[in-house]
């Protein structure tokens, strides 16, 4: 069985153990007494040392903890020393979950069912109703008033048939280790916790996303919360700079910028069908009918998209007895259009052509498109479509 450091000290960083066991490669040790904290409950594993070599995982196997490490290691004592940045940064991260699924549950009777601390941001996921942006401010500003008045966060253990007042119950028997935040919340948990809710620092509220049936909160506390802050800040300014505005009239700049390139878009579409329109009646007029009455145009082009000839293509064909055909060299690919009058199916006619030639597409008996995989099917399927004409 492996002692437990971290259950009554968050806050060693150092300690003296003894590996009483390692598997055969000696990657994996197993200490008679751990402050390294295994993953478990949402909250990531801590690194460090173990006698100078960096420990990679740890995990937790019911009794015993075992912990990965980079270079084999053998039995006996060891220095062993936690990556402190990491542990008080899960610490704040773990303490503000905890301050804040009681504050949820507090104001809006909302539960928290799971947690997750991840490397950039943490989440928890709610239930009990809907949670919009106006919760979720009130819920931040709340859990800041209560981070400022550094409420005690103590640890106790307490035997589970004795336990009143928790938060969520819990379903472990036995011994429960308790965390609490005076005043505010009673919760089971196994985690690493700051000594006061001061040392959580800023709670930083940032996304709401609806999960199936819960609400799940992304939020940042202390070190992470100042650090996004900034960030923001930075990334806000240098769009300020941008439009020479001030921070707080950047976004109403920004919207309406986007709201006249939108119109300039909208615009430049209408022109761009206008055009296409022309050239197709353009086009027309100055093609002469083959033999049959029909008119027939090629084009071919060595790079982008077949999307400016398709228009062009439509306007040409919606006049009687018309045929257009396009051909893109990179990537490779054929447009057919046919007129109702042409005496030709464009979709089944390059259906087939492409199928011939191991490509794809489709379309309707007026346009169709599709791509093949190389020059050589491409040539193949031109030939086959120029061959179905009447």
Request: proline share 4%.
């Amino acid at each position: 069985m492996t002692e437990r450091l971290y259950y009554t000290d968050s806050y060693l960083r150092e300690f003296h153990a003894s590996i009483v066991e390692r598997s055969a490669d000696g990657l994996t040790v197993y200490l008679d007494r751990t402050a390294f904290y295994p993953t478990s409950g949402g909250q990531p594993f801590d690194t460090g040392v173990i006698g100078g070599i960096p420990v990679r995982e740890v995990i937790d196997q019911g009794e015993r903890v075992a912990h990965q490490v980079a270079a084999p290691l053998g039995t006996g004592p060891a220095e062993c020393a936690i990556d402190w940045p990491r542990r008080f940064d899960h610490m704040q991260q773990h303490t503000g979950q905890h301050l804040l699924s009681a504050v949820f549950e507090e104001l809006f009777s909302m539960h928290t069912v799971s947690f997750h601390l991840g490397a950039a941001t943490s989440t928890i996921d709610l239930e009990g109703g809907a949670c919009e942006a106006p919760a979720a401010k009130e819920a931040e500003r709340r859990a800041n008033e209560i981070v400022c008045e550094n409420r005690p966060v103590t640890v106790a253990f307490q035997h589970a048939a004795e336990t009143e007042g928790l938060r969520k119950p819990s379903d472990r028997e036995g011994t429960l280790r308790i965390v609490s935040i005076d005043g505010l919340d009673r919760s089971a948990c196994g985690g690493t916790h700051v000594r006061s809710t001061g040392e959580i620092g800023a709670v930083l509220i940032r996304k709401l996303e609806k999960v199936r049936q819960a609400v799940r909160v992304e939020f940042l506390c202390g070190a992470r919360a100042t650090a996004r802050a900034r960030a923001d800040y930075e990334a806000l300014a240098a769009v300020a700079h941008l439009f020479s505005a001030s921070l707080d009239d950047a976004a109403p700049m920004v919207a309406a910028q986007l709201e006249a390139a939108r119109a300039a878009d909208k615009a430049r579409r209408k022109l761009e069908l206008d055009l296409a329109a022309y050239q197709g009646r353009e086009l027309y007029q100055t093609t002469p009918p083959g033999p049959d009455g029909v008119r027939r145009v090629s084009r071919r082009v060595e790079h982008g998209s077949l999307e400016e000839l398709r228009a062009i293509a439509q306007n040409f064909t919606a006049q009687p007895k018309a045929v257009f055909i396009a051909a893109l060299a990179s990537p490779p690919s054929v447009l057919l259009a046919a007129s109702g009058d042409a005496g030709i199916d464009a979709g089944q006619a390059l259906k087939a052509a492409l199928a011939a030639a191991g490509g794809r597409g489709g379309g309707n008996a007026r346009i169709a498109q599709g791509s093949v995989a190389g020059q050589a099917q491409l040539e193949r399927v031109l030939a086959a479509v120029a061959g179905e004409q009447p």
